[in-house]
């Protein structure tokens, strides 16, 4: 099929810039203003900013590493289906129906409260337990050793 209207580049014939501003337009990025994030502090600061408000400066607050302390936790529902995985082990020892697992050899720090509890679970070396854990294990039948700090009732 014949075009009926001539290309661009046709059109432009006897223009030295073909369109593109001065003779050297259009060879490299010095006609955009430069390439990738050249200009971003200059001449593109505008559009930056636009693209993304928070591109310069700091935001927000990171707490020094050795502040954190990173503790090791497991869900209650971990423990009760490993409890005869734990006897086997010689971990954990079982006197009567009753599961006693020193939570400590574990390398646990704090039990959380997801999962089911079906077994009465008597658990010793806790550091720290969720009102959700305690509660499921206390409602099986099973016992919790704490720290007296945590023991105490709050007032």
Do not use: C
Not at 17 to 37: F, I, V
């Amino acid at each position: 099929m014949q075009r009926r209207t001539p290309k661009r580049a046709l059109k432009m014939r006897g223009l030295r810039s073909q369109g593109y501003g001065h003779t050297k337009g259009h060879r490299a990025a010095g006609q955009r203003g430069g390439k990738g994030m050249a200009g971003s502090h200059k001449h593109h600061y505008q559009k930056r900013l636009q693209d993304n408000p928070h591109y310069f400066g700091k935001w927000g607050f990171k707490r020094p590493q050795k502040l954190l302390e990173s503790l090791s936790v497991m869900n209650i529902g971990e423990i009760d289906e490993a409890a005869d995985r734990l006897v086997a082990g010689n971990v954990a020892t079982m006197t009567g129906k009753s599961y006693n697992i020193d939570v400590s050899k574990l390398g646990v720090d704090r039990i959380l409260g997801s999962g089911k509890v079906n077994r009465k679970l008597n658990l010793t070396g806790v550091k720290s337990i969720t009102p959700g854990a305690r509660s499921k294990v206390t409602a099986a039948g099973g016992t919790l050793d704490l720290p007296e700090e945590e023991s105490k009732p709050t007032s």
